[in-house]
Every structure is written in C-alpha cells, then in structure tokens.
C-alpha cells in the first residue's frame, strides 16, 4: 500500500506526542500513513485523545477549535502540514476573522450560535 | 472629580471642577473630546496648539479587576490624527484616587533645552509643584527612574518621556511604571511621547497620600458589578490564574498566527516564519523553566490585575533581559525583521523600553530599512545598533525615528506597510481580512486594538448579516469598534473582552460596575451608542485635519501582492470599507 508523509507540528504540551516525552516548546514529526488516511488517523498514531487538542490547522486552514471539531474524517494527502495546539492557546475572534478554513470548519462554525464568535464552542464552554 | 490644567508656556496651573458637558466621560471619550473642543485640527502636532491630555477610565482607581488603565490623548505627530493610547499601571489608579478625570498639558516652554518635571500631590485637591529635569535627560530610562523614586519616595507613580520623545521623534512613546517600578508600560502608538517632550515636560510623579479616592454613586451595585467581573476573569480558560494568557503571555498567539499564515514575516512578505516557534509565548515560558530553574507564571502590569499576562525574559545566567515581551513586539522585532535569537529579541524591546520607543512602529520601520538593504533580514545585532542609533539620535537614528512610512519614502520602498502614517500591527490583513477592515478605517491609524469583540447578543448585527461577507465585516467592525472606544473609556484592560465575549454575566458585571460609580442607569444597548459618540467625534476631527475617507484604506501593495503560503491579495472592496462609517 502507498504511504503519504505529513507534515506534523505540535505546540506546547502536545509537544511531547512528537517524540520526546519531556518536549514542551514544540515538535515537527514526519509522520508515515497509508494513503486515504484521514486526521483521526494522525491522531492514533500520535497517540493523543482528540479532547487534548484545541485549534488545529491543516495546511494553514483552521480545521479546529475547542470543542468543535469538525475535521476528524478529513482527508489527508502527502504533503499536507497538520498542526496541534493545545487549550490553553487562544485566538480572539477579531484575529481570525476572515481566516481560511476547511470547508467542513467553515460549515461548522455559521451552524454555532453567534456565528463563530466565541472563543469555545462546547456546550459548557469555555472549558479546558 | 478635578480637570488639572498645566500650562507649561508659564509653568501655571488651575484646578477646576468637572464641567457638566464632560462629567459622563472618561478615558478615551473624555481625552477625544477635549482633543476635538480644544486641539485646532490643523495645529502642529509639536507646536504650543496641540495639548496632552491623560484621563483614567470610569472605574480606574475602584477595586473593579483589571482596571487600571490610562488613555493618554492628543494629535498625533506619526498619523496628523486624534490619538488615544493607553496603558496599565499604577500611575492611572493614583490620577483617579486623586480625583483628577482629566490632566491636561498645554501651552510650550519658551526654552527649548530644558525639561521639567510635575509632582503632583493632594492637598485638600490636587495640587502640582514643578521641578527643573533637564540632567535626566538622553539618558537610558532605567538610569532615571530609581533616583525619581529616591527623590519623591517609593510610594510615587512615575509617567516619564525617553530620549526618542525629546528627540521628537514620531514613533516615541509616553511610559510608565510597572508594578516593580520599571519603566515599562507604554501608551505606545502615535508618537505621544514627543508630544510630551514638546512641552518641555519630562516626568509627571504622582504621590497619592491623603487623597480620598474614587467616589462610588452607589457601592452596592458596584460591588455586585465588580464580583460578576472577578467571576468571569477567573473562570474563562484564557484570563484565569495559569490560564493561557498568564502562562504564556500575549505571544502566545505567535505559533497561531503563524500556522495560520497570518504572521507577518519580513516586511510582510510572507505570512509564516520559518523560525516562529523560536519566539512564541511557549518558548519564552519553558526557556523561563530551565534557566530559573521552575515554572515562572507572568505578573500583572498594575495594581488589580487578576489576568496577570506580563512576562519576563531571563538570561542564561538568570539575570532579566526585558519585561515585558508581548506579542506584537516578539513579531514586530522578531519575525517581521527575521530575527529568532531569543535573547537579542528581549535586548530590542528593553533598548525600546529604554529609550521610549513604541515598539511596533520600531520593528516595522527596522524590517523596511531591512528591506532597503541598510541591514539584512535576520541580523539581529546590526538590528540592535540600530535601536542604538535612534537612542543617541544620529542622522541615521532620526530618519528612523521618524517611523516606518518616512524610513520608507527616504529609502525609496513601495512595501510599506501602514495606513494613515500608522504601522500595521502583528496580524495579516491578507490573511485575516476582518481585521484588515479595522486596520483601514480605525481613527486611530492601523491599531490591533480598535476592534476587540465582545458580547454579540449587543452589537445590533448577529443574524442580520453573513459575517464572512464584505458587508458582515464592516458591519461587524463597526460594532466592534463602538464597543472598544467604550471599554477604552471603562478603565478596564481590553483583555476582560475575552471573558465577558463568552461568560454573559461579567458583561452586565461591568456594566454595573460603571453604573455603581456615576450613578447611571446604562444598559447593554448604551455600551454601543456611548462608543459610536466617540468614534463620531474623532472622526470629525480627523476630516478637520485633512484625513478624509479616502485615507480609510490599506496600502496598495496588499491589493497586488500575494502573500505566501495561502497567495491571497486584500480583496475586501473600497466601497466595504466606506460602508463602516456610512451607517455610523
């Protein structure tokens, strides 16, 4: 079966999902899938709950948020640049309004209350 | 409460009472206003015309959370325009506790080398002595500050202008005291501080003893305010105690915006930098760890503060390089300049802490001058010689004090990044176009703070408008804005903006907090009104100096260039921006 690379960076405490346990600034793995892998996929072979990541980008588009996280079936492709915050990251509304986003993020967010305003999206939020 | 007003033509002052028209204003809306009743428009804004104005906000000096802010208000020698910058510190608490709403600089020394000082004291009402302050000057501000302290005593406020101000320079800034009494807290944007300087003023040193504070219209209702505020900031995942803002700081935001690709990068030639991680708000909190040797969670800019975001930068020997390293000045002498030596990062923002430099206009015009080829991308030692000669005022160090659009036209580049003389700050508007919006049609000049969000159920536009349409944003910019000017007005910290966005409760606590202290009835809908009023009114001054609506605009460079790694221009249409203040 063919394999696709994808360019993985992990911030902050996911840091230590990159390789070294002890890591807290940041990671960057290649990491090796089979083809038609999707982002949960990623995250199984990171070993890391997908409750443990906050805003998430994949190839620069935001994919992700705290508590809304639309992107798990998203496909990935050789290549692609995957990147992990963890909660206690912040991105004011004011700052990403207007940002790129996968198409099944921007769906996701017009569907929340306030359109996407908020700086968390579950349901007792803001919760880390 | 007290108007103080120092004419420094004669060294003269008069203390009156609030006059009715200004006793519903504070903060920005009271230092925009006197700006437009008493600033002729087209005034020189170095000359004897223009005025200096500081007004704590409503609830300054109160036991509110988060409050402590000073606007600082005059025309801006960088943009043409109004101006209003602000600060956190113990200097606004102690203008308010001195019942002083308004502190107003006015007139010019006839004498051009000579600097004073103003101590101001209570006696019954504020009282100002002066003080000749010519020997602290074109002296690194860390040197002036502990004998200021040994002089007034250690309970004093300090407020204190840098060699860049007396130099005149557009990018100077007007500082004061931390909460360890460094000269460290800036009202940074606009060139303030050589306004300052143009009044031969040099120091303004509170001493608070004896005054009676802020007076409360009803106590129990700003009580009841005051706990819903501490309950949101304590409880919201970014404002509480560890949370994101006082572990890392504001650069937290620096790997975001670079995954992003909203990170501006080499004189905004790229939205991400490679080296990014190097500088962000993570690296300073665990590069903090190993040199101290334990976790060093960051500290408030002044007395109140519940959110605590101000970081330290240490040494390898763990010694303090700087404090504090915020955001946009990680990017603004970091990434924008190329730079990613941690420690030479720290050494740019404490020389601008030094000699009274904003440190967004610095790094802005330090990346075009990189440009121009005086220095490359990425050297950040001929970076800090550079800061050098603008604190020693050398041809060289004048040209770039002068701010980022002039360093520009002097050295003959098209891509420079500012909008109305003022830089643009740390985030992409070709990658973040909402806020490019704002940066177009803030009075203020390019400004990441004109627009902060806060609760949508208020702004009037939620469920009119798609928010990812032109017309969305602008009618969404709109809004923010107005309740920006009002929060710059409340004495808090914008950075309540993220608690009371999600937590409903601390929204109305502020409200109440402002109702408990003015004795009004304000409500949720006021909050909008009260900060169109101000938007209104610095817009008109703005028209009256020459800044019409063709100024509301980005710099051409980001309609036709690309920016990497997403490729997209600014393609929000003209007549966007103009319907931001059509419907104001």
């Known amino acids: 079966m063919n394999t696709i690379t994808v360019d993985t960076w992990l911030y902050g405490e996911l840091a230590r999902f990159g390789g070294n346990p002890e890591e807290r600034i940041f990671a960057n793995r290649k990491v090796s899938l089979p083809e038609g892998s999707r982002l949960q996929d990623l995250l199984n072979i990171l070993g890391m709950r997908t409750e443990e990541r906050g805003i998430t980008f994949i190839n620069g588009q935001l994919s992700a948020m705290p508590g809304l996280q639309p992107d798990l079936d998203h496909p990935l492709h050789d290549g692609d640049r995957v990147a992990f915050f963890h909660l206690r990251s912040m991105w004011p509304f004011q700052y990403r309004h207007g940002v790129t986003m996968i198409q099944e993020m921007q769906k996701a967010i017009i569907e929340t209350d306030q359109m996407g305003l908020h700086h968390a999206y579950s349901k007792d939020q803001p919760k880390e | ?584």
């Open chain 2, 1 to 584: 409460m007290y108007l103080v007003r120092v004419n420094m033509t004669n060294r003269t002052y008069q203390v009156t009472e609030v006059p009715e028209k200004y006793k519903y204003l504070a903060g920005r809306a009271l230092t925009s206003n006197i700006v437009a009743d008493e600033v002729p428009p087209l005034a020189h804004p170095l000359g004897p015309n223009n005025k200096l104005i500081f007004s704590p906000g409503f609830v300054t000096g109160t036991s509110a959370p988060t409050a402590a802010r000073i606007s600082v208000g005059g025309k801006s020698p960088l943009t043409g325009g109004i101006k209003e910058a602000n600060a956190g510190t113990s200097w606004g608490a102690d203008l308010a506790v001195m019942q002083i709403r308004g502190l107003i600089i006015e007139g010019q020394p006839e004498e051009k080398d000579k600097f004073w000082g103003l101590h101001i004291t209570w006696d019954g009402k504020p009282k100002v002595e002066f003080f000749d302050a010519t020997a602290y000057t074109k002296q690194p501000l860390s040197k002036v500050y502990p004998p200021i302290y040994e002089k007034f005593g250690e309970r004093v406020s300090v407020c204190s202008v840098g060699a860049a101000a007396e130099y005149g320079y557009c990018n100077s800034g007007v500082c004061f005291n931390d909460q360890s009494k460094r000269p460290s807290r800036y009202a940074g944007r606009g060139g303030l501080g050589a306004v300052m300087a143009s009044k031969g003023v040099k120091f303004i040193v509170l001493d608070r003893q004896g005054a009676p504070g802020v007076e409360i219209a009803d106590k129990a209702l700003f009580e009841e305010g005051r706990k819903k505020m501490i309950d949101a900031l304590r409880t919201h995942a970014i404002t509480k105690p560890k949370g994101g803002l006082n572990s890392y700081g504001t650069a937290i935001l620096i790997n975001i915006m670079n995954e992003a690709g909203g990170l501006p990068t080499k004189n905004f030639s790229s939205g991400r930098f490679e080296e990014a991680p190097k500088i962000a708000g993570e690296a300073i909190f665990e590069t903090n760890k190993v040199r101290k040797g334990k976790e060093i969670f960051n500290h408030a800019c002044s007395p109140g503060c519940i959110i605590q975001c101000s970081n330290t930068v240490y040494a390898e020997d763990g010694s303090e390089i700087t404090s504090c390293l915020e955001y946009e000045s990680a990017w603004s002498l970091g990434a924008n300049c190329g730079i990613s030596n941690l420690d030479d990062l720290a050494m740019l923002n404490h020389l601008c802490n030094e000699y009274g430099l904003d440190t967004i206009e610095t790094g802005t015009t330090l990346a075009v001058a990189m440009e121009a080829g005086v220095i490359p991308f990425g050297d950040s030692k001929a970076a800090i010689n550079l800061v050098h000669e603008m604190g020693k005022g050398t041809p060289l160090g004048r040209i770039l004090g002068s701010g980022t659009e002039t360093t520009g036209r002097v050295y003959g580049i098209t891509r420079v990044p500012t909008v109305k003389g003022q830089s643009i700050p740390a985030y992409e508007p070709r990658a973040v176009k909402g806020i490019g919006i704002t940066y177009a049609t803030s009075t203020m000049g390019a400004d990441h703070t004109a627009g902060y969000t806060i609760a949508p159920e208020i702004l009037g536009v939620m469920g009119k408008v798609d928010p990812l349409s032109p017309e969305g944003k602008a009618a969404l910019s709109r809004a923010f804005q107005a309740t920006t000017a009002f929060i710059d007005s409340s004495g808090h910290c914008l950075f309540i903006a993220f608690a009371i966005l999600d937590i409903a409760s601390g929204y109305q606590g502020m409200i109440e907090e402002i109702n408990g202290v003015l004795g009004t009835n304000w409500t949720a809908d006021d909050v909008v009104k009260f900060g169109a009023e101000v938007l209104k009114v610095e817009r008109k001054f703005n028209e009256a100096a020459g800044i019409t609506k063709a100024a509301d605009r980005l710099p051409e460079f980001m309609k036709q260039e690309p920016l990497p790694p997403h490729n997209t221009v600014f393609d929000v249409p003209d007549e966007a921006l103009d319907a931001v203040y059509a419907e104001l």
